[in-house]
């Protein structure tokens, strides 16, 4: 065991200390107030986000799953109607779609940058499709342009999976305002985490924004008269006091993130763990040139492993750090040995998760999502990370590699 301190996955306690007594000021002031549903703190936290994510209107909710299932009750989704999704992201992009009835039909991703690969989606249009949910995965959000481009040949409604990319741009537009409705977690572990479960729904359509606030409410306006069948999706206003708080500083936590991302890089290729191949400069940043596009390897290989993919077309905000292996195993038991915290995001693609066996895909269906799930680890990146703790973490994953080496 080493004699180092533990590095954890996540160190909320460390985000919560400075902003301790703002955090406590506002909570005793909605506790003063006794408004806990709704309210001003909720109205002001939609009218701040919203602004935060260049949308018009902002509908507070209880969960980032919650946000997906009333924006595709929303948009009229029925059993029998067919959704595009990517299968490699966290169960509650497809439990969604299956929640209202209706199939979730799987596109492959981009190697490059763990999204929906656009390329494949138009093949996947079937009569029956009705909405396509790109998701925004690990902080950069996916090639937009092209999505849409699809989706208005095909008269489709684009729902943004935003839960992990809230800040995050696309040529200077932010993650939740180009589809026709965007979807954000305030799950603790996010960029932007509130005190338990928390959602937002953005949107630019007037139309849209009025249903989502009916369907929150159980469908009732007035009080105690339901034009529609809804459910119980109204935000807390206690959780919504500290996510205003919050906001506040997400840039500044963001920009720490990106930092700790560079230097990672500079770590990594400091003790030779990346494929450079005369890719990088010596910081470790991708090299331009005519010869090649700034794409790294895909593929790990026994001596080197694969650096995040930064696509280059705008703000990636880093809500994980992922390297790609062929030494995970390896890499997780000696970063466990040091008490380093890592996770694997996400080790069963969905379309060869259990529950989803009725849709018939098998082992080899989506090759790209496959492999990911294989090979990927998440290590920490929160803001408050020092310098000292990174260079721990390499140092494990270095151990890690020099071991397979001598194996």
């Known amino acids: 065991m ?3 301190q533990p590095v954890p996955l996540l160190d909320l306690k460390a985000q919560y200390a400075p902003i301790r007594e703002e955090i406590r000021a506002a909570m005793d002031r909605v506790a003063d107030s006794q408004y806990f549903i709704g309210g001003p ?13 260049q949308c018009q209107f902002g509908i507070g909710v209880t969960s980032g799953t919650d946000a997906l299932i009333v924006a595709l009750m929303a948009i009229g989704i029925q059993p029998g109607d067919e959704v595009i999704v990517p299968p490699y992201t966290f169960f509650a992009t497809g439990g969604s779609v299956h929640r209202l009835g209706a199939k979730s039909v799987y596109v492959d991703i981009d190697p490059y940058t763990y999204n929906i690969d656009p390329a494949q989606i ?5 009569p029956r499709t009705k909405a396509i949910i790109p998701v925004h995965l690990y902080g950069q959000m996916a090639d937009m342009d092209p999505i849409m481009a699809v ?3 095909h008269n489709l409604i684009v729902i943004e999976d935003a839960a992990q990319a809230i800040g995050s741009e696309y040529h200077g537009r932010r993650a939740g305002a180009i589809g026709h409705i965007g979807c954000f977690s305030f799950f603790p572990s996010k960029n932007l985490g509130g005190f338990g479960d928390g959602g937002m729904v953005t949107t630019n359509d007037p139309d849209l924004a ?25 935000l807390d206003a206690l959780q919504a006091a500290v996510l205003r708080i919050k906001l506040k500083y997400l840039d500044g936590w963001t ?3 990106q930092r700790n991302a560079a230097r990672y890089r500079r770590m990594f290729n400091a003790v030779g763990l990346t494929d450079d191949g005369g890719r ?19 593929v790990p290989g026994p001596a080197y492993l694969v650096m995040p993919y930064d696509a280059g077309y705008g703000r990636h905000i880093y809500n994980q750090f992922i390297i790609r292996t062929d030494r995970r195993d390896t890499v997780m038991a000696q970063l466990k040995a040091r008490q380093i915290g890592h996770e694997i995001y996400y080790p069963v693609p969905l379309h060869l998760q259990e529950c989803f066996a009725d849709l018939g895909y098998k082992a080899g269906d ?12 998440a290590l920490p990146i929160y803001g408050e990370l020092t310098e000292a703790q990174q260079q721990v973490v390499v140092e494990a994953v270095a151990a890690a590699y020099d071991e397979a080496a001598k194996a």
Do not use: C, Q
């Open 41 to 53: 703190e909720v109205e002001g936290l939609e009218r701040e986000v919203a602004a935060y994510s």
């Open 255 to 257: 920009a720490a993130r």
């Open 280 to 298: 990088t400069t010596d910081d470790g940043s991708p090299r331009s040139g005519a010869e090649w596009d700034g794409r790294p390897t895909l």
């Open 122 to 126: 138009e093949a996947a249009i079937t």
């Open 210 to 234: 009025k249903r989502i606030r009916l369907l929150r409410n159980h469908g009732a306006e007035p009080k105690y008269y339901h034009k529609v069948v809804g459910g119980n999706f109204r």
């Open 2 to 4: 080493s004699d180092t």
């Open 151 to 153: 989706a208005r040949r």
């Open 366 to 377: 989506m090759p790209v999502s496959e492999s990911a799930a294989r090979e990927t680890l």
